[in-house]
Nanobody, 120 residues
């Protein structure tokens, strides 16, 4: 089992910045990927960004150039730096981790979610 705890959500004005953190209960070097998803009211959960085990970031087209994902292996933590926030970025943000199994598959783990609201 991998436990994920998010922090850093809140209210930010349009154009402002915010950083989310996700701390894992295990060494993140053991995880295949760690990333962020979000879900706005009435919408499906969607991928935002993430970092692979070697440290390569990946992003949804909607956040490229505005958001940045990074990881700190020593702290077992991944971060999502969100710049140039827009009202449509308002959502509950969830941390996700994938862990390889000995069956050749991946187990999915989720955090509890943190609310991010972009409003003036």
């Amino acid at each position: 089992q991998v436990q994920l705890v998010e922090s850093g959500g809140g209210l930010v004005q349009p154009g402002g910045s915010l950083r989310l953190s996700c701390a894992a209960s295990t060494s993140i070097t053991r995880l295949h990927t760690m990333g962020w998803y979000r879900q706005a009211p009435g919408n499906q959960r969607e991928l935002v960004a993430g970092v692979t085990s070697p440290g390569t970031p990946y992003y949804a087209d909607t956040v490229k150039g505005r958001f940045s994902a990074s990881r700190d292996n020593a702290k077992n933590t991944v971060y999502l730096h969100m710049n140039s926030r827009q009202p449509e970025d308002t959502a509950v943000y969830y941390c996700n981790a994938t862990h390889p199994t000995n069956r050749g598959t991946f187990d999915d783990y989720w955090g509890q979610g943190t609310q991010v609201t972009v409003s003036s």
